[in-house]
């Protein structure tokens, strides 16, 4: 299913329950905001941010990406966000702690009897070992579900793990949701960075999550967005290196060749095409 986020690298998580929050995030340039009614929103809190509606029918309006966080399947507050989402009419919905295909198919439903319905898509986060066991059934749960999202902190809790630095304990959870959402055509985003005000380490993460094979990643602050959208672009070597690439395919005018060293085959020209469209949105007549 089409959807604007698949083109885009930076994801705005926003508290939902915060009028002046919501209003300055619009400004801020973000791909897409992910309006929170979850984590970052207190019990007593949650219907106010459901009744934060006006701000978000701005959003949509003024052309903004617009994804509304919900609370889990198995939480109290589940269905009132059902009927609070359809008020909204958000392009997508984030769904987190998700473990298995019911509780996708479970939302979906709930979502036509709540409405008529509209073109929204589903991105099931995957924050637990359960739901990494069951990553290939939720990722096929639904049409609807066009992303697979990854929650570092809630995996590491549901584990009893230690987040540590670089963070080689996740790599295996990671190559597995890119793995899988790469087989089923569907975009994968990564876990926010909870550093705050390093932003070389922000951007170090970021880059981390790019050469995962992530296609976005989420952000907390503000000022993560142009950190996030600039790792996620290549570098100018690495732009460099695949024109000559591009331009050496041209010459030898034959399947793989050798070039510095190196043998050139279609897996390495394919990739070169995919640094060149990052970079200059376009492929045609490569």
Known sequence: MNCPLITTSSLLFVPGDDNRKLEHAARLGADALVVDWEDS????????????????????????????RVNSFHSEWFEDDVAGVSAIRPHGIVLPKCESREEVRRLVGALARADAGWPYVLCPMIESATGLLRVQQIATASERVFALGFGAQDFCLSLGMRITTDEPELLMARSTIVTVASAYGLAAIDSPSTELNDLQT??????RSLELGFTAKFAIHPKHIPVISRAFLPKPEEVKNAEQIIQQARTHK??????????????????????IEKSHGKTENL
């Open 202 to 207: 922000v951007h170090k993460e970021a880059r």
């Open 41 to 68: 929103v207190l019990p007593e809190r949650k219907q106010a941010a459901r009744e934060c509606c006006g701000v978000m029918e701005r959003f949509q309006q003024s052309g903004i990406t617009l994804f509304i």
């Open 254 to 275: 034959k399947g793989a060749f050798a070039w510095r060293g190196e043998m050139i085959d279609e897996a390495k020209l394919k990739r070169a095409r995919q640094i």
